[in-house]
């Protein structure tokens, strides 16, 4: 199966428009190198948060901005990602975004997955961290994790900061998941080597592959911030590190740092599961767990 993971450089726009547009070439680019999977990173949204003109004196006066981003931008982003999905007949995992649930009213970090066939699988993010920064405090944690299925494949994930936890990747696996979808947004990078390293160690500790795709580039936001929004990454594609499955070092592919791009690569799910289901997958089928439930 080939996949594809998108570095995704954030820009100024001008229109709801030019959004779209940049999202197509990154849907294109990956059809047209034959993948059947295109993963976005978290948060590949914000440059939508240029439309607005802001002049608020304060961080703290941001906050309305983001509470907007979330309850205007949801629907049109879905709208969006579904067409696309049919149109290039491609599974659209579309990395993350600030959202609204209307039925507690609050706000969530959300992974949402469209596939050609109109069906939408979401996942909130487990453990907020630096968020957008600017909404942090009012992100509220996913409280489930699930996976989902489409062509006989299944999906797992994990948002950023939650591959950061091994327990979620392993119940994840649990769960059933054959390829764990991570997308991510690094400010620094730190960020950007820890978020590599995490994919590379749960894909070799479950047995499964690891799809991690990183936002790049900066917009200026708050525009009373010198810096704004600077992101930093390396998008990539990992697998065991297991002979025949992938590479000596787990890397199937990876981008060239900080410069737009899709990342495309192979995975042999047949072998995978081979594998699994003959008791080479180690890391599993030596797990003692009731040992380890003592010092849980």
Known sequence: MRVASSQYRLKMLTSFKEFEEHV???????????????????????????????????LEAHYPIFEQFAKEYTESIQQLCLKLSAEYHIVLAAGSHFTHHKADDKFYNTAFVFTPDGRIFSQSKIHPSYEMVYNKSMTTPGDKLDVFEYEGVTYGISICYDGSFPEVARILTKLGAEIILAPTACLDEWGRSRNIMFAQARASENQVFVLNSHLIGSIPFPPNVPYGFAFTGQSGIYSPI????????????????????????????????????NGHNRNRSDMRPDFYRQYA
């Open 242 to 277: 297991q002979p025949m499955i992938g590479t000596p070092n787990g890397i199937i592919a990876q981008g060239e740092p900080n410069v737009e791009s899709v990342v495309v690569g192979d995975l042999d799910l047949d072998y995978l599961r081979f594998v699994r289901e």
């Open 24 to 58: 197509r070439w990154h849907v294109e680019s990956a059809a047209n190198q034959g993948a059947k999977l295109l993963l976005l990173p978290e948060f590949f949204t914000a440059e939508l948060l240029t439309l607005r003109k802001l002049d608020a004196p304060n």
